[in-house]
């Protein structure tokens, strides 16, 4: 049998301790924090601007998500977007393209 002398055990415990809490704590950040935070949205003027600024090319897509204050994949997302769409608004029959673009909208496609 082992024979483990208090001043051994002390430390293993405060071990032990120290990563119970540390475990515990970032679990409950984790879990304060997904509750605190919503969910950002983004109006279609905002989206369409930094599309613009991205096909115009002047800058490049950090610099622009820098300026605007967004993440740099919604910049690019947001620009393929309007490209692969932008034939929507040269289409001649309203209602199909009304029809499309609300397709297009609730489905995010």
Do not use: C
């Not at 304060?32 to 919503?38: F, K, L, P, S």
């Not at 029959?93 to 909208?105: E, T, V, Y």
């Amino acid at each position: 049998m082992v024979s483990l002398v208090v001043s051994e055990v002390v430390p293993l415990f405060r071990q032990w301790l120290l990563f119970a809490f540390t475990v515990w704590s970032k679990q409950n950040y984790m879990s304060e924090r997904r509750t605190d935070m919503a969910r950002k949205k983004y109006s279609s003027e905002f989206k369409t601007k930094v599309a613009l600024a991205a096909i115009k090319g002047e800058e490049t897509t950090n610099q622009i998500a820098s300026r605007f204050g967004i993440h740099p994949g919604h910049v690019r997302l947001w620009k393929k977007k309007m490209l692969e769409n932008a034939s929507l608004v040269f289409e001649k029959d309203r209602k199909r393209r009304l029809s499309r673009s609300f397709l297009i909208n609730f489905t995010g496609k």
